[in-house]
Nanobody, 118 residues
């Protein structure tokens, strides 16, 4: 079973940046597509919102609400997927969940809090 280790959340002001990271085992990292989803305070009962995904080959795709502000990438040397979040807004506040899918498997991290507040 692949373990997903999330890090990098915190409290920032609007316009500032944060970097999230999600580390997994090398074997699973090499075969999986990895991404981030979020649960926001405004929609606690709704399905998690897709934020961004990087394919196992490094192709990044983004949700409309973060396109142009967030950058997703893979660090193969550290088996880590990173999400650089720039120009953060109040509405980016939420719990961010790492997801990794590959070989018919689907894993989620425990979630990490991101708060954007002035």
């Amino acid at each position: 079973q692949a373990h997903l280790e999330e890090s990098g959340g915190g409290l920032v002001q609007p316009g500032e940046s944060l970097r999230l990271a999600c580390k997994t085992t090398k074997n699973f990292f090499d075969i999986s597509d990895m991404g981030w989803y979020r649960q926001t305070p405004e929609n606690p009962e709704k399905q998690r919102e897709w934020v961004a995904t990087t394919s196992r080959l490094g192709l990044g795709t983004y949700g409309d609400s973060v396109k142009g502000r967030f950058i997703i990438s893979r660090d193969c040397g550290r088996n880590t997927m990173n999400l650089q979040m720039n120009q953060l807004r109040h509405e980016d506040t939420g719990v961010y969940y790492c997801n990794a899918r590959g070989a018919g498997l689907d894993f989620w991290g425990q979630g990490i809090q991101v708060t954007v507040s002035s």
